[in-house]
Nanobody, 115 residues
Framework: QVQLVESGGGLVQAGGSLRLSCAAS????????MGWYRQAPGKQRQLVADIMSGGSTNYADSMKGRFTISRDNAKNTVYLQMNSLKLEDTAVYYC?????????WGRGTQLTVSS
C-alpha cells in the first residue's frame, strides 16, 4: 500500500507563486510515475503534469511555461512549482502515483487564487 500526503496549498493572489509538495510512503517501486492533477468546481479532474522516476516530464498544454514539476526520489516526494497564477488555477490539486498496475491518490490540497 502507498500513502500520499499533499501540502502547500492555500490562498494566493493572481500573479503569485506557490509550491506544492507530495510525499509518498509505503511500498513504493523504484519505477513509477508521480503527478499532479486538479479539479475545479463543476469540472472533471485533469492532468497538470507528471514525472517518471527517471525524470521525464509531461505537461498539460495549458500548464507549460508556468508550472514546473520535479521530484526527489530519495525522499519519494514530488513538487509542483506554480508561477504567474491565474484565477482559473483555483482548484483542488491531487497527487497521484502509478506503479505496475496500481495507482494511488492523495486527498488533495486546495489552491485558491484571488484577484
Amino acid at each position: 500500500q502507498v500513502q500520499l500526503v499533499e501540502s502547500g496549498g492555500g490562498l494566493v493572489q493572481a500573479g503569485g507563486s506557490l509550491r506544492l509538495s507530495c510525499a509518498a510512503s509505503g511500498s513504493i517501486s523504484s519505477r513509477n510515475v508521480m503527478g499532479w492533477y486538479r479539479q475545479a468546481p463543476g469540472k472533471q479532474r485533469q492532468l497538470v503534469a507528471d514525472i517518471m522516476s527517471g525524470g521525464s516530464t509531461n505537461y498539460a498544454d495549458s500548464m507549460k511555461g508556468r508550472f514546473t514539476i520535479s521530484r526527489d526520489n530519495a525522499k519519494n516526494t514530488v513538487y509542483l512549482q506554480m508561477n504567474s497564477l491565474k484565477l482559473e488555477d483555483t482548484a483542488v490539486y491531487y497527487c497521484r502515483l502509478a506503479q505496475a498496475t496500481q495507482e494511488y491518490w492523495g486527498r488533495g490540497t486546495q489552491l485558491t487564487v484571488s484577484s
